[in-house]
């Protein structure tokens, strides 16, 4: 079964400054997607990123950029000018190609930006 | 955003009563998820279905059922809470397009079992 693993459960950074959470996960499959959750003291959950592991570019969303390494198995998540509103907790999620699309989700990271 | 509900958004129940808590979609999405969010744990898949009728079992569906006899509703039973189905619980929907399918997630119901 896969498994996901974020080693950070709490960070810090400053707001303006830039600041990356790390996801590893195990898997034997070869095609599958990562995804990065925002989840902000509302509760709701939030897409950030995703990245399809066949396409090597790394994907961007404004502020947001992912550093995949595939062979390492690492999928991490850089915030750039970092604002108020980034603090949250971040979930970091995989799915594989079987039936369902099932999300896999790490333990999370609690991001708390500092003004 | 997309137009999923859950009801009800809070729950206090007692151990050993049945509790059924919902998710409504407007979407018209083939897939739906239950999932509880637990600290140290994340997210873990309880049940999903896939079409009217359909379902299948997750990570951690013992003590749960559910039933989809609409594709706009799923229903998520516990049928004698215990103290350890206290939990934040999320559904999600998604349409099944292989290579672009995302899943969207509802407000949540925090259920606390005394």
């Known amino acids: 079964a896969q498994t996901v693993t974020q080693s950070q459960p709490e960070m810090s950074v400053q707001e303006a400054e830039t600041v990356t959470l790390s996801c590893t996960y195990d898997?034997?499959?070869?095609?599958?997607?990562l995804f990065w959750y925002k989840q902000p003291p509302s509760r709701q959950m939030i897409l950030v990123i995703r990245q399809e592991a066949y396409k090597q570019q790394n994907a961007t969303e404004n502020r947001f950029s992912v550093n995949f390494q595939k062979a390492a198995k690492s999928f991490s998540l850089k915030i750039s000018d970092s604002q108020l509103g980034d603090a949250a907790m971040y979930f970091c999620a995989y799915r594989g190609m079987e039936y369902g699309n099932k999300l896999v989700f790490g333990a999370g990271t609690i991001l708390r930006v500092k003004s | 955003d997309a137009g999923i509900t859950q009801s009800p958004r809070h729950k206090v129940t007692e151990t050993g009563t049945p509790v059924t808590l919902r998710c409504h979609q407007t979407e018209n999405h083939r897939y739906m998820y239950w999932y509880r969010q637990d600290p140290g744990h994340g997210l873990r898949l309880i049940h999903y279905?896939?079409?009217?009728?359909?379902?299948d079992k997750g990570e951690v569906s013992d003590g749960y059922s559910v039933s989809r006899s609409k594709t706009e509703d799923f229903l998520l039973t516990l049928e004698s809470a215990t103290s350890s189905q206290t939990s934040v619980y999320f559904c999600a929907i998604s349409e099944y397009r292989q290579r672009t399918d995302t899943q969207y997630f509802g407000p949540g119901t925090r259920l606390t079992v005394l």
């Open positions: 279905s896939y079409g009217v009728k359909d379902t």
């Open positions: 898997t034997s499959e070869s095609d599958y997607y």
